[in-house]
């Protein structure tokens, strides 16, 4: 009678570090995992117990867990552990604050993941040069820009408070773009989004002046529009598909069109709502007509009785009634008056 021996494998992840221990477990034989450096599988986390769990196979190759009547107990997916189970191979169990899997050996590794160009992008620019050269064309790119729409002279104050601006706004989304790109890609890259940032100021300004140059040689207000939106559209886009890429793990097929989703929207409205401008106009002054008041949504006035409101009615009546009575003596003591006064004339 052959006795069955297989290999596998406990995955740990502890306080977000994760490691690997292989093991052999023969048919009759039990693994024990715990804390004791006895034991055949060593986690150390101080919520679980010297001998914590055990793990045992029949001839079949049928993998069973059983809690050893530990302190904090074991958690196979979302149930505590009782008695003896089967595992299906891969189900995570919860041991103190650690969640362990247990796979075979002759289960299939998925194939290793092939690094983008973000990373070959980031690991090309993180030398110190080109952090010093892109800091240099953004500084070359906002002062000129600022010295050719200038209406008044510059002098050094003012160039320092535009870079001063600058800078302030390229670290900020240095930080903001790197916070996310922690979030969903694992890696900050604040470097990249620095240095692609600086060049994004660079490539705005050139845009800016070919397209004013060309404007002014068109002269023509239909062409500029269409040229204005095409040049702010490009960077946009652009400037989008840079950011998702460096902040995400999206495919090239998603990022392409959502990024001209987001640059064309605002396009499309800006011409729709030109379109329906007359149309608008005609129905406005019908919908403000037939508009019904609504009550406001919060109402912070104190609320009155019956007996009130009635009292303040009484009071508004016995009010405009002394200012009619009061009137009409007026106007009758005036008459008596001008009547005395013709009679002694």
């Known amino acids: 009678m052959s006795i069955n021996s297989t290999q596998y494998v406990v995955m740990v992840n502890h306080d977000g570090y994760k490691s690997t221990q292989k093991f052999d477990l023969t048919e009759g034989e039990c693994i024990v995992i715990g804390r004791s450096w006895k034991n055949d599988v060593v986690i150390n986390d101080e919520f679980i117990d010297a001998e914590h769990l055990k793990l045992t196979t029949d001839n079949i190759g049928t993998l069973y867990v ?82 050719i729409y200038a209406t008044e002279q510059i002098n050094s104050q003012s160039i320092v408070e535009i870079l001063a601006g600058g800078a302030v706004i390229a670290l900020a989304v240095a930080c903001v773009g790197g916070i996310l790109s922690m979030l969903f890609r694992r890696n900050t890259l604040f470097g990249l989004h620095y240095i692609f940032y600086c060049w994004a100021m660079v490539l705005f300004a050139a845009l800016d002046i070919i397209w004013e140059i060309i404007a002014f040689n068109i002269d023509h207000s239909f062409i500029n529009g269409i040229l204005e939106n095409v040049v702010q559209g490009g960077f946009l886009f652009i400037l989008l598909y840079g950011a998702l890429s460096m902040t995400t793990r999206i495919s090239r097929h998603k990022k392409l069109p959502l990024a001209a989703l987001v640059v064309l929207a605002p396009i499309v409205f800006s011409y729709v709502k030109t379109s329906l401008m007359p149309e608008h106009e005609a129905w406005s002054s019908y919908a403000q007509a037939g508009s019904v008041n609504q009550p406001p949504v919060f109402n912070f006035n104190k609320g009155t009785t019956i007996e009130s409101h009635v009292e303040n009615v009484d009071k508004l009546f016995a009010g405009l009634i002394d200012e009619v009575t009061t009137g009409t003596n007026e106007e009758h003591h005036s008459d008596t008056i001008q009547i005395s006064e013709s009679a002694e004339d």
């Open 66 to 147: 059983e809690d050893l009547g530990s302190t904090n107990g074991t958690r196979i997916g979302k149930r505590q552990l009782k008695t003896a189970v089967n595992y299906p191979k891969g189900m995570q169990l919860g041991l103190g604050d650690s969640i362990i899997s247990i796979i075979d050996v002759d289960t299939s590794v998925t194939p290793a993941v092939q690094r983008d160009s973000v990373y070959k992008l980031s690991r090309r620019f993180q030398s110190i040069v080109w952090y010093v050269i892109s800091t240099l064309a953004a500084a070359l790119a906002l002062v000129g820009g600022s010295a």
